[in-house]
């Protein structure tokens, strides 16, 4: 039995926040300020059908091009 959209989504988000963090060498705090304030969960779940079907390394470079779009560097 596969996992609901629900389930797949979180498991998704969460697998690309730990990405997230050991890349980009922040803490779960510095992490999770991040992802909130950027609204990279919200990101996710809209590019949902694109990246649950690639890679976590593309899925992770196209975050980091969605923050720099946004004028964050990490």
Same mark, same amino acid.
């Given at each position: 039995?596969?996992?609901? #959209? ?13 990405? !997230?963090? =050991?890349?980009?060498?922040?803490? /779960? !705090?510095?992490?999770?300020?991040? +992802? ?11 590019? #949902?059908?694109? +990246?649950? /079907?690639?890679?976590?390394? !593309?899925? =992770? !470079?196209?975050?980091?091009? #969605?923050?720099?779009?946004?004028? +964050?560097?990490?």
């Amino acid at each position: 039995m596969g996992l609901n #959209y629900q389930d797949d989504l979180f498991m998704l988000q969460v697998r690309l926040f730990r990405l !997230a963090q =050991i890349r980009w060498d922040k803490t /779960v !705090a510095e992490c999770e300020n991040i +992802f909130n304030t950027y609204g990279i969960n919200e990101y996710i779940k809209e590019c #949902y059908e694109f +990246f649950h /079907v690639q890679g976590d390394e !593309a899925n =992770i !470079a196209d975050i980091e091009s #969605y923050l720099r779009g946004k004028g +964050f560097t990490i």
